[in-house]
Every structure is written in C-alpha cells, then in structure tokens.
C-alpha cells in the first residue's frame, strides 16, 4: 500500500503525550459523554479549535469506535483517529456513587458537557441539567439524539441512516424510480455534530452576558433537514415534492458530469449566465449562449438534456488534463472527481495543511487526516494528537490536575471499579 506522509513522523517518546492546547478555545473545557459519531465528532471540532475536551468512558464498555474503520493495521483501525483526536480520557463508572461524585467535581471545573446518550439516561443517572447546575451555573449541556430531548419520539433510539430518511434527505438522493442510495458516510452523524458546536459556542457567548449556562437541544433528524435548500417553502406554495435528479439538479443547467476523451469524468459547474458565455467561448460555439433555448438560466433550466449532450459531446474529445486547463484558463468553473488517493496528494489541500499527520501512539507513527476546518488566521486550531491510545489513558494525569487525588486515591478508585 502506498501511504503519502508530508511530513517525517516525530519519536514516539516526544509525541507520545498530548500538546497542550492552543487555539480560539484555549481555556475551555470539554465534558465528552456518549459514544460513536453524532457527540464525539461535535466535541472533536472543539478540541480542533484549542478547548481541552476529556473523553469519559465506562471502564468496563469503552466507546466501540475505538474498533472501527475498514483499513486494519497491528490490529487498530483508524476511524478513532478522525473523532478522538485532541482528546484526553479518562475511564469512570458513573453509576457508583464515588463515580459519579467524581463528575461532578470535574462539571465544578467545565464548561461544557457533550452527550449523545438517548433522551433520559442522564436522569436516570441522576446527573441531569438540574444537578449539573446545582454544582455549576455556568455550565453548558450539549445534546445530541436522534429525535431531540422533547416530543413523541424523544424516547426512540435515532442512528444517522434512518434521521436522513425519516427528515426527507435520503428521499432526494440518486436516480429517479430507484431505491434512494446512501452516500458512503454517516452523514446525519456529523451534520448533527456540527450543529451541536453551534450552538456551544451561542450558548458560550451568552454566557458571557448572563453568566447562566443552557441546554443546547440537536436531534439528528432536525440537522438533516436543516439542509435542504428549499424544499419546504417549494412544497407548501407550489405543491412541489423534490426529488432525486441523478447526476445533476433538475432546472440548475449546465452543471453536471461530464465526460472525457481519455475515459475519466469531470465535473462542470456553469449554470450561471457570465459562467456559460465563458464555456462557450472555450467550446468555441460562442453561439450557444444567444440561442433561445440557452440565453438564460431559466431557459438552460427547461432544455437540460440539450445542453447537457452538446457539451459532453465537446468534452469527450479532449483529456480531462487539458479539459480542466481550457475551463480554468477560461474563468469557467471545473474539476475531477477524485477518490481519497488523489486527494491525499492534491496540491491545494496539501498548501492549506487539509491532509495532516496525526501522530498515533498505536503504531508508533503518522497517520493521515483531515485538516482544521475552519482556519482561524489569529488563533489557528491544530491536531495536538490522534486520540487516546487506550481508554483510560489520561486518567491519572486528569485526576492530579484537576481534582488533586494522588496515586493512592486513584488506585483505590481503579480497584473499586470506579475507574
């Protein structure tokens, strides 16, 4: 297998532990509660942008995305790294009394907690919104589920592939008269998480006015059709019910995959009407954006099948290396469709930093990732570390630090079964 790597991988006795962090969020804390995607991605980006997010898991149930991933190396997989990185964890056994004594003394020094457990479980705990105030009035509580904490479907289990079904997203995906297709990621997972840092960081600014922290509410299904354009407004004026349209958005034309002489595909996005004389130009049939049946967007919008094959028609006959030269000389707006392999090498993504090394303790080496999204120019994010090695790893360097126990104390709580 060839692996890019633009960067030579540090020792693993300097990189072994966590920076420190820097970054916007330097100086915030991060409670990460739950498991999987939907939380710990939302608390990844905190962690991305500087906070000290600490990952709780149950000693005897560690988060099963430690073992997720389809490449498999030494017996790690590799998904951990994407949603643990910039992490520390500890282990806690939050239905024991001391364990749960012991959160909430680390809530006393939080500023925000992350769950994604189902609508409840905190209660049940006895570590609801009402308790964690008590210890803190500033804290803030961020949680994601699939159908949000209120409601007749508060109480229903919610995974990623059925959110973007339920709200109407998977309705709009592939081809007509066809079973709708899932995209090869659990889409409704991350778009929940980033609403849940959203809505972290309005709740962190209004509590700079009020000094009073807040529920921050996310449901998967609500991120998922949070998305979709106008599809609401569209269905309640016109009767519209959208759907799936292939390669291209129905109306919206030139913008589509197209073919090249050389076998590959390229995409060409020139719906706008300055953007089509620009394509024309470069086709050389400058012509085409004066004809009645193309002149403007509305009229592209009704004879897509027409422009669509002109254009492939032009597009087959040139390499897509060239294609993409003409159209970008052009001011026309182009690109390939790239699997990962091209993307770890793509000359924009590598400049911006968006293809970096994640140092993982695992296997002793740099493991690619993505890169800080967004970039914050004054105060930049970073990949500090790839995550957690172990669950548990930073448990006696948190208790020391932020709750003074000694190395007796933790071993007693590691013998009593609360760590």
Partial sequence: MTRANPTSSPSSSAASEPAAPTGALDGIRVLELGSLIAGPFGARLLGDLGADVIKIESPNS????????QAERDGHRFLWTVYARNKRAITLNLRS???REI????????????????????????????????????????????????????GRAGYASVAEAESGLRHLNGYPDQPPPRIALSLGDTLAGMFAVHGALAALYRRTVTGEGQIVDVALNEACLAIQESTIPDYDQGGVIRGPSGTRLAGIAPSNIYP???????VIGANQDTVFRRLCAAMGQPELATDPRFVDHAARGINQDEIDDIIARWTSQQSRGQLIELL???????????????VVTDPQLLARDMITPHFDERIGENVLGPGIVPKLVGTPGRVRNAGPSV???????????LLHLDD?????LKADGVL
Avoid: C
């Fill in 62 to 69: 560690p988060d099963p995305l430690r073992g997720w991933g």
């Fill in 97 to 99: 009394d001391r364990g």
């Fill in 103 to 154: 959160f909430l003394e680390l809530v006393e020094q939080a500023d925000l907690i992350v769950e994604n457990f189902r609508p409840g479980t905190l209660e049940k705990l006895d570590i609801g919104y009402d308790v964690l105030r008590e210890r803190n009035r500033g804290i803030i509580l961020v949680r994601v589920s699939g159908y949000g904490q209120t409601g007749p479907d508060a």
């Fill in 260 to 266: 090249t002489g050389d076998g590959s595909m390229v």
């Fill in 328 to 342: 970008t000389e052009a001011g026309v707006v182009v690109g390939p469709i790239n699997t990962v392999a091209d």
């Fill in 391 to 401: 669950p548990g790893r930073h448990n006696t360097e948190v208790l020391s630090e």
């Fill in 408 to 412: 007796t104390a933790i071993a007693v």
